[in-house]
């Protein structure tokens, strides 16, 4: 039986590899997308030596955060933001990947002044121009940037994005390089970055050859979700 520990080792020698394949010669992270997942699950891939995970749901995120306060995890929220949760947001997390409008930016701030260190923030940017995604167009991008890189609570890393499904790898390619490219015009105009959070199960190798920073894994490492109505059952059950 394959577990966490096997399939988590099996990642970082792929990305390794990849890594050492990229023009780039960047270093990329794995960033364990726990969502839906029991804490139990969490502290296998703990124990296995992973300690960054991601959240898409922020009442989710802290009953796991309860459960896990005996570990020392960082923990990144990736899912889309409600202006009602920015507080638990910004409170309880080191990073926030999709951050996509200046309210939203704002309330964040605004929730993290009590907090010493600023909140690590990206840009989610939509390349695919998909209406049902979240995300700036590129268009607007810098324009948000400028309006977020002042804010005294928030460090400006980099951009997101989830580039619409796809299994060419030829078209893999030519949408993570607009994101990429979206990156290094920001860079130009003087913005300091350093992160790149793209690369999902099904293509966070060719990310890296595009330069990602950041690979968000999450079946690939915990397996198939369950179903979601046995997801809460799972997860109550773990409380």
Known sequence: MTTISNRLQ??????????????????????AVSKAQP?????????AGQTIFGENYSQEALEKQKQLMDLVIE??????????????????????????????????????????TPLNVCI???????????GVLP???EALAEAIEPLPNLKLRGL???????????????????????YDALISRG??????????????????SQGATIVRIGSALFGARAPAKNTALSTSNNI
């Open 191 to 208: 913005f300091a970055l350093d992160t790149l959070s793209i690369g999902m199960s099904n293509d966070y190798e060719t990310a890296i």
């Open 39 to 47: 804490a139990s699950a969490i502290r296998e891939a703990y124990a």
């Open 75 to 116: 923990w990144h929220f990736i899912g889309p933001i409600q202006s009602n949760k920015t507080q638990i947001i910004a409170q309880n997390f080191s990073w926030v990947h999709s951050v996509d409008r200046l309210k939203i930016a704002q309330r964040l701030n605004e929730a993290r002044a009590s907090i010493k």
């Open 124 to 134: 989610q940017v939509n390349v695919s121009n998909e209406d049902t995604k979240s």
């Open 139 to 141: 268009e607007q991008l």
């Open 10 to 31: 099996d990642i970082l020698a792929t990305i390794q590899s990849a890594e050492a394949n990229s023009a780039y010669q960047q270093r990329v992270q794995l960033l």
């Open 160 to 182: 997101m994005a989830i580039p619409a499904p796809t299994a060419d790898t030829t078209q893999q390619i030519a949408q993570f390089k607009q994101v990429r490219e979206c």
